[in-house]
């Protein structure tokens, strides 16, 4: 419908706008201008306005063209109003204005809207579902019922009273989270993503498992930054998956290794993604505490996916790489060594005590400097030269394209989260999951995990857990679980939802670029990542595993779940050191089962029966050595 020159100034309306709110964040990281109110206010001006912009230049008639702009212009006007009287609403907190009132519900829709556009139709129905609740609540029975509220008090409550859409949860996207998004556009931007996949295939390309070892290791590194299984997937499984296939891999054994080890990523320190900064704020538990806890779990998730892959490898027999496939790791890491400085700079910001948004502002500031000084080794006049500044523009574009898909996502359940408040829902869940658990913990954890599974399937990770840590942690922490151990143990479930049938949306990613069976890749995908159903429940009831306790039983059970989650692997794949028998793949099992059980009795017995079969799949192996070079020396005669 838009002409091409129109389409063409209506983007760099809106890269210039995207670049403009990378900007500002930048500025008011380093010097806060506004209260957190405003602050969060401009951040969802900025992000709406993104928005529909976007849905004005794909607009494809007059009615879509119409619509976009409408909801833009509401868009401004709602979020226009909340800044310019941000004195009076909050000296008059608790009133309302027929202005406010029509302009509360302007920022309602488009809030909701924006969500629908750019995350699915699935959060965006459970926002009005529970608005229509919190409303109408009189007229549900028993459990749900509640006397409601009327509309003059429920719209500012949601949207113009600094609760709802400018809760905590809109306030971590405007402060620390569109850091890290911007540092993970100008990384991209820069050309770290091929640096992270060359840096995979040097290290692990040697290897008979190279291609699905370089996808663990790159997707791990990407995926920390990304903050999205989905996207990950998308970013670099256009590189592995092809080469797994080529190697000999099944295309859906391929998929589905990309799909684990970019989900994963999001558990994967120093950045976690995002909803690792969502924990902090929810929490109030520093978000380095929670990174440093969260490092073990990840390190067995990841050694577990590159066992099963090494081991899938041994037992087909796969070739190895071509030499000339392989990059040299000193070239890689000559030529890209100062991608890793800004996760560096990271990770000695966080172990210092220094804030979240003071870390980001290091890392940005990092790989903008090590950047400028590579690249003028070469040519002095860089810092002056377009490429410089193209590098920042494109940087700060795609971290801000990110950032709105967050933002969209923060302000609706921000609307989401304050109505299981206001209701009560909140508190009958915990109640509920309480009385249904009777005292037996473990079925308020199945019920939890069910839930997180539940709306992981159809709702962004980040959305998933603050729903859920809203709703359930509540009740798993009053029955004397330890708070950082739930909200991790929940974040996890909402993460591996990414890989759970029916919907398992980064499987399904996975499929379609190795052109594989949708469900076989999601079934395979679940079984390699099994680990990640399995560790949250070791470290919710034994927290040593998270550095919640002695060094002695930290050690102790990061041994003990390190060697059953292996065994698990080789039982799972039929492969250690040879190919297991049926038997020796029973015991491996069972001993899985005794060593991921920590306590010292069942410690002592997985370990031997790990041992015993590891000992005589050596023997096999070394049996197997020797018989191939007496065939060759026999040949040779």
Same mark, same amino acid.
């Given at each position: 419908?838009l ?30 201008f ?25 607009s ?8 976009? !702009? ?6 401004a ?6 800044f ?25 829709? !488009?809030?909701?809207?924006a ?12 926002a ?8 109408? *609540? ?12 009327? $509309? ?7 949207s ?23 540092? @993970? @556009?100008l ?9 992270? =996949?060359?840096?995979?295939?040097a290290? #692990? *390309? ?18 920390? =930054?990304n ?36 989900? @994963?990523g999001?558990i ?9 900064? /969502?924990?902090?704020?929810i ?18 998730y990841?050694?577990t996916?590159?066992?099963? +892959? ?11 790489l ?37 870390? #980001? ?8 400097? +090590? ?8 040519? $002095? ?24 898909h967050v ?6 359940? *921000?609307?989401?989260a ?5 209701? @009560?829902?909140?508190?009958? =869940? ?12 473990? /079925?308020a !954890? ?19 857990? =603050?729903?859920?840590? +809203?709703?359930g ?14 909200h ?8 591996i ?95 899985? /089962? ?31 050595d ?12």
């Amino acid at each position: 419908m838009l002409s091409e020159t129109l389409k063409g100034n209506l983007n760099k309306i809106f890269n210039f706008i995207a670049v403009s709110m990378g900007i500002y964040h930048l500025i008011t990281a380093v010097y806060p201008f506004f209260s957190p109110v405003e602050h969060s206010d401009i951040h969802l001006a900025f992000a709406l306005i993104l928005i529909y912009l976007k849905v004005i230049i794909k607009s494809k008639n007059h009615i879509s063209f119409l619509v976009g !702009v409408v909801l833009l212009l509401m868009s401004a006007s709602a979020t226009i109003y909340v800044f310019l009287n941000f004195d009076f609403l909050n000296d008059k907190l608790g009133l309302y204005t027929t202005t406010g009132l029509i302009l509360g519900t302007f920022l309602l829709i !488009v809030t909701i809207d924006a969500a629908r556009r750019e995350l699915g139709i699935a959060l965006p129905i459970l926002a009005l579902i529970s608005i229509l609740y919190v409303r109408y *609540g009189y007229l549900c029975p028993g459990f749900f019922n509640h006397a409601g509220f009327e $509309w003059d008090r429920l719209i500012p409550s949601l949207s113009i009273y600094f609760t709802g859409v400018f809760g905590t949860l809109l306030d971590a996207s405007a402060t620390f989270i569109v850091l890290f998004m911007l540092l @993970g @556009g100008l990384l991209d931007s820069s050309g770290a993503g091929k640096f992270f =996949i060359d840096f995979a295939l040097a290290t #692990g *390309g040697r290897f008979r498992s190279g291609p699905a070892q370089a996808a663990v290791i790159s997707s791990c590194l990407v995926g920390s =930054i990304n903050g999205s299984a989905v996207a990950n997937v998308a970013t670099t499984g256009v590189f592995t998956i092809p080469l797994m296939k080529k190697c000999g891999y099944e295309p859906k054994m391929a998929g589905a290794v990309e799909a684990v080890a970019s989900t @994963g990523g999001m558990i994967m320190p120093p950045v976690m993604g995002v909803g690792a900064f /969502i924990m902090a704020g929810i929490t109030g538990i520093p978000y380095s505490t929670i990174a440093f806890a969260a490092l073990i779990p990840a390190l067995l998730y990841y050694s577990t996916a590159a066992a099963t +892959v090494s081991f899938y490898a041994a037992k087909h027999n796969f070739r190895t790489l071509e030499k000339h496939e392989i990059p040299k790791l000193s070239n890689v890491l000559r030529d890209g060594w100062h991608f890793l400085m800004p996760i560096a700079a990271i990770i000695f910001a966080l172990s210092k005590g220094f804030s979240v948004t003071r870390s #980001g502002i290091y890392g940005i500031t990092t790989i903008l400097l +090590v950047t400028i000084v590579k690249e003028s080794l070469r040519k $002095w006049t860089y810092i002056f030269s377009k490429d410089f500044f193209h590098v920042i523009k494109e940087g700060l574009i795609i971290g801000i394209r990110g950032t709105i898909h967050v933002a969209a996502a923060c302000a609706v359940m *921000g609307i989401l989260a304050h109505a299981f408040v206001i209701s @009560g829902l909140a508190f009958k =869940i915990v109640f509920m999951i309480k009385e249904l658990s009777e005292g037996l913990h473990y /079925i308020a !954890v199945i019920l939890t995990v069910l839930v997180s599974l539940f709306f992981g399937m159809g709702i962004p990770t980040t959305a998933t857990y =603050i729903l859920v840590a +809203v709703i359930g942690a509540p009740a798993l922490v009053e029955l004397g679980f330890p708070l950082l151990a739930v909200h991790l143990f929940i974040y996890y479930y909402c993460i591996i939802a990414n890989i759970t049938p029916p919907v398992c949306a980064a499987a399904l990613m996975g499929s379609r670029i190795a052109k594989a069976n949708y469900l076989e890749t999601g079934m395979r995908a679940l079984r390699i990542g099994i680990p990640g159903l399995i560790l949250p429940i070791i470290f919710l009831y034994h927290p040593a595993l998270i550095l919640q306790g002695t060094i002695s039983e930290i050690v102790a059970i990061s041994l003990s779940s390190f060697f059953g989650l292996i065994s698990f692997a080789a039982a799972s794949e039929g492969y250690l050191f040879t190919a297991t028998s049926g038997v020796e793949r029973l015991i491996l099992g069972i001993s899985s /089962i005794f060593l991921v059980y920590p306590t010292n009795n069942t410690d002592v017995i997985g370990y031997i029966l790990f041992f015993t079969i590891a000992l005589a799949q050596f023997r096999k192996f070394k049996n197997k050595d020797a018989e191939k070079i007496n065939q060759a020396q026999e040949r040779g005669i």
